[in-house]
Every structure is written in structure tokens, then in C-alpha cells.
């Protein structure tokens, strides 16, 4: 089985999802929304190791993490409807957002995440 996630600047391997959700030396710095539904999110960790000097961010495609999701699931992109408050511009707006939309799930998922 493929690592779940593998940090692109010292090797770190995070054999499963847990692994990398429970890691203290992982953060949540950014949210890439995605604005096509073809096109899939990312949300941005910084890899924090002391000591390795490792400081990178790794980005990792939200659909990695959907399945945490408990309840009615949103596929379709609502950017620039006239419900939508316009935080997926801003990278590090990490707010939830009460759009019926793939990217407000995606929201809701990373406030389980530690934030940077
Ligand atoms: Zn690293």
C-alpha cells in the first residue's frame, strides 16, 4: 500500500491518514479551494520538525480527507454565487462558510485540523 503522504523536503513517510492527522509536527496553514468540480482542493500543512530543519508546506487534495465528513455532502462548486462570502479567495482563510458547497464541507473537515 502507498503512503498516505510522503513531506517533499525531509522524507517524513505517514503510512496512514491518522498518523498524519494525530502528528504534532503538522499544521493547518491554508486552504486551496477548489473553484471547478473538475479541479480538486488542497489543504496546505506546514511540516514543523525541529531540529531537521524541516519547514516546508505539503499540500494534500481534500478528497484525501472527505470521508471524515459526517452528514449530507455537497459536489457542486458554488464560488461567486450570491450566497457565497468570498473566503476561498484568501488562502489563509481558514473560516467555515455556510454554503451549500464542495469547498464549505472542506471547510468544515479542517476545523478538526490543528491550525498553525
Ligand atoms: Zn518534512
Known amino acids: 500500500?502507498?503512503?498516505?503522504?510522503?513531506?517533499?523536503?525531509?522524507?517524513?513517510?505517514?503510512?496512514?491518514?491518522d498518523d498524519f492527522l494525530?502528528?504534532?509536527?503538522?499544521?493547518l496553514v491554508g486552504f486551496q479551494a477548489s473553484f471547478k468540480e473538475t479541479e480538486p482542493g488542497h489543504y496546505l500543512f506546514n511540516h514543523i520538525l525541529e531540529g531537521k530543519h524541516c519547514g516546508t508546506t505539503?499540500?494534500?487534495?481534500?478528497?484525501?480527507?472527505?470521508s471524515l465528513h459526517k452528514g449530507t455532502m455537497f459536489t457542486e462548486i458554488k464560488f461567486e454565487s450570491?450566497?457565497?462570502?468570498?473566503?476561498c479567495t484568501r488562502v489563509d482563510d481558514l473560516a467555515q462558510?455556510?454554503?451549500e458547497c464542495k469547498n464549505a464541507i472542506a471547510r468544515?473537515?479542517?476545523?478538526?485540523?490543528?491550525?498553525?
Open 1 to 17: 500500500m502507498d503512503p498516505f503522504k510522503i513531506c517533499p523536503q525531509c522524507a517524513y513517510t505517514w503510512n496512514v491518514r
Open 22 to 27: 494525530k502528528d504534532p509536527s503538522i499544521c
Open 58 to 66: 505539503l499540500a494534500v487534495e481534500v478528497e484525501a480527507f472527505l
Open 82 to 87: 450570491p450566497m457565497c462570502e468570498l473566503h
Open 97 to 99: 462558510c455556510p454554503v
Open 108 to 116: 468544515e473537515i479542517m476545523q478538526a485540523f490543528s491550525q498553525c
